[in-house]
């Protein structure tokens, strides 16, 4: 679990003061603390639950029902692998298992080292490319399983400063 340190009390105190008092906030709050820590840290969301006394299970099923809030921090590099028509007629699926079995995660989830976060998307925009994959704000095109794991490990070469 996480340990809330000393930087993030004060931080968490000024997201109290800002909503204290006020009703129908929390989606706005859950979006705050998401925006303030990358995610939404479970030692976070239970000390301002308490101090804006919000029940806890209040906040977890609407941060639960929303696909826009995470519970894990995203890694350094966000895979977007699209899924959209063009992409699937081309064999994104085959990439998708493929990424995913290199990565080692499901749809969803971040690698161990905390580098990527792997994302399957309905659509890029990048048609004339199919199929295609972004690592963060990188495009990468006509992909082939092999070819998308050259790019990954592009990246974990680069990390390793080689």
Known sequence: MLSV???DEQTIRDIVESFKGKRGITIQLLSKIQDTFGYLPQEVVSKVAK???IPEATLYGVATFYAAFRFKPLGKYTIKLCRGTACHVQGSLLIAQEVMRYLGVSEGETTDDGLFT???VACLGC????P???VGDDVYGRLTPD???KVLESYRKAERGE
């Open 132 to 134: 295609v994959m972004m």
């Open 127 to 130: 048609c004339s490319l199919a």
């Open 5 to 7: 340190e000393q930087d």
């Open 118 to 120: 792997l994302e399957l």
């Open 51 to 53: 101090e804006l006394d």
């Open 147 to 149: 070819k998308a794991v």
